[in-house]
């Protein structure tokens, strides 16, 4: 690669590279169009795994590479920049893996003059990784290995004698490979889902500290200040982001309920009786005691909780956002808030992805009700829905591998292979990542979205169709790039496919950038915000072209490592309807979903069999990749 050290603004120009199986730290300095091409975050990602780690490695061994990524507006001092992305090979799906996290760790990582951290290999035992002021040290972390996230950061920042270093890291969850452990940032924020905590715990690496004193330099500060200020004066105006600055997520869950978007038993099952237990207004009346946020960021969604006896829940770790609240609520079949918030912090003290926890405990207790596991597997617990202590013991079993907590430590496609007897059929999963708190029953292109996405199922880097079925924010957002017209809800046809593909282009984009979904900029002010930030003369145009063009790497690492057409595809509950429930009379028809997945792939330039062909790959400026497909 060409080194230059000309750099645009809001970059450092240096990528860290990290080798525990020697001990090697080096420096790469890659030159400006590399990133322009790739921006940052799961641009670094999709470019580093796809060239650099080999085909048909176990995702668990030395030869996976972890990559710690930020983007170009993280530690920009503007809203919603807070975020960074992590990446390897997926030990829970065997595909491409990334998870972004807010918080304060990603904009201090470019305070300490990096833009990623790349690293490679397996420590002999426990270490963790300090890196501050551009330097960076490998540290033992033999006394940490055990600790849950909440003393290990206690100790770190003891022993380095400074109470303002940011942790990532693990707990008992990543370090015993559970597949779905995720990785914890200041405690409260994770990176959760594609098992990235357990490639962390496959290195023997226990955390990153990381502190720094440079602020990142921007091209134009004061067109930033103008757009902060615009949002300042304007955030009551939108109602959504009013919400989640007064509640954070989770608030109208009785909503959920009447629409059928909010899971129940497992995905089978609709009308949850009492969503209001759960719903982020009655956090704030009952056991909130404030809300905090991520770096430089007004909207401060972030729940902070306190619980006494007999449940102890410790504020340092905040409190449960609406997939935590949902996975492990209400499809559990739970309505016991406190319980659910107790699991919650477990989760986050244990390095666990809430949302893989909850699908894989609802999977057992649907197994458990069905009679294909019994209470002499469970070590006697009556894992039935709505047992909430039954549930919450079970996160700690999965945590360090106890009794079926071993077995459901491997995510429910892994543990349905193991217990067989037709469980495979309750196994809410897409590639072998668990399904996300929404429903694609209602919303049929967020369906299409869990299908193709590269990660297996996720909600985040995609569309929920609610939004566009009608005229409101997200169709004013998306009639800059040409979407003009509300489309029904039930569409699944040309126009919905061609809204849905413009839109994951720039929510993929935002995981480029690092900048929060949550924050109600248009495409337009977007494109403004990284132009303030690089100096880069963009367009929206350019920007969207990144988005796909991460898409399409992510897409060829996934066909390289063996995933074709059949796995774009849902579990065949969807195609069937709930039992009761405002969705008991509808579900996702298989011709239809049939027809959109090949259309979409059409629109994608993709062969029928999903396959990105050369002259699409050349036209994304990444004809290189086409090695990668013979």
Not at 511 to 520: E, G, M, R, T, V
């Amino acid at each position: 690669m060409e080194r230059c050290f000309a750099m645009p603004f809001g970059y450092n120009g240096k990528i860290l590279r990290v080798n525990l199986s020697d001990g090697r730290i080096s420096i790469e300095r890659p030159n400006e169009n590399f990133y322009r091409r790739y921006l940052g975050g799961e641009g670094f990602v999709a470019y580093y795994l796809l060239r650099e780690v080999k085909p048909g490695i176990d995702p668990l061994s030395p030869e996976n590479k972890l990559i710690f990524a930020a983007g170009p507006l993280t530690g920009a001092p503007i809203p919603g920049c807070g975020r960074n992305s992590v990446g390897a090979k997926s030990p829970l799906t065997g595909g491409f893996g990334e998870a972004e996290v807010g918080g304060m760790w990603g904009a201090e990582l470019k305070r300490a003059g990096f833009d990623a951290i790349i690293v490679e290999g397996r420590a002999e035992s426990p270490v963790y990784l300090w890196v501050h002021d551009g330097e960076a040290e490998i540290m033992d972390a033999k006394h940490l290995w055990g600790k849950d996230t909440g003393e290990t950061q206690t100790i770190i920042r003891r022993e380095l004698g400074d109470n303002l270093i940011r942790v990532a890291s693990i707990g008992p969850g990543g370090e015993n490979l559970v597949r779905f452990a995720c990785i914890i940032v200041d405690l409260r924020n994770a990176a959760g889902r594609t098992g990235m905590g357990a490639v962390m715990g496959s290195k023997n690496l226990k955390a990153i500290a990381v502190r720094g004193r440079e602020r990142v330099e921007v091209y134009d500060p004061n067109k930033l200040r103008e757009l902060s200020r615009w949002l300042n004066e304007n955030m009551s105006k939108f109602r959504f982001v009013n919400d989640l600055h007064n509640y954070g997520t989770g608030a109208g869950m009785d909503a959920g309920a009447a629409s059928g978007n909010l899971p129940f038993r497992n995905f089978r099952d609709g009308g949850f009786p009492s969503p209001e237990k759960l719903d982020a207004r009655t956090i704030k009346k009952t056991i909130s005691i404030g809300m905090e946020g991520c770096y430089a960021c007004s909207v401060r969604c972030k729940k902070v909780v306190r619980i006494g006896e007999p449940w102890n829940v410790d504020p340092a770790y905040g409190g449960p956002e609406y997939e935590a609240l949902a996975a492990l609520g209400s499809n559990c079949g739970i309505d016991n808030l406190e319980a659910v918030t107790k699991a919650n912090e477990l989760c986050n003290r244990y390095s666990l992805d809430v949302i893989s926890t909850g699908v894989t405990i609802a999977f057992a207790m649907e197994c458990y009700e069905n009679g294909i596991i019994s209470s002499e597997d469970t070590g006697g617990l009556e894992l039935r829905f709505g047992n909430a202590e039954a549930m919450v013991k079970m996160v700690e079993n999965i945590a360090y591998r106890k009794g079926l907590g071993k077995i459901l430590a491997e995510g429910v496609r892994g543990a349905s292979k193991t217990i067989g007897r037709g469980s495979e059929k309750y196994a809410m999963h897409v590639k072998g990542l668990e399904i996300p708190m929404h429903e694609p029953r209602l919303k049929r292109a967020l369906g299409l979205g869990y299908a193709v996405s590269p990660t297996g199922a996720d909600h985040m880097h995609n569309m929920h169709d609610t939004g566009l079925a009608s005229s409101g924010p997200m169709l004013d957002a998306l009639s800059s790039l040409g979407v003009l017209e509300p489309i029904p809800l039930e569409d699944l046809g040309p126009k919905k496919i061609r809204a849905f593909i413009y839109y994951v282009d720039w929510r993929v984009l935002d995981n480029c950038l690092l900048i929060c979904d949550f924050l109600p900029w248009d495409f337009n002010q977007k494109t403004e915000i990284v132009r303030a930030v690089t100096g880069w003369n963009t367009s929206a145009w350019e920007l969207m072209k990144a988005g796909e063009r991460v898409i399409t790497m992510a897409r060829i690492f996934n066909i390289r490592e063996g995933f074709n057409k059949k796995d774009d595809w849902l579990p065949e509950r969807f195609f069937k309807p709930t039992r009761g429930g405002p969705l008991s009379n509808t579900s996702l028809d298989p011709n239809i979903f049939r027809n959109a997945l090949e259309l979409y792939y059409e629109m994608m330039g993709w062969s029928k069999d999903g396959v990105p062909t050369r002259a699409r790959l050349e036209e994304l400026d990444i004809g290189w990749a086409y090695e990668y497909l013979k």
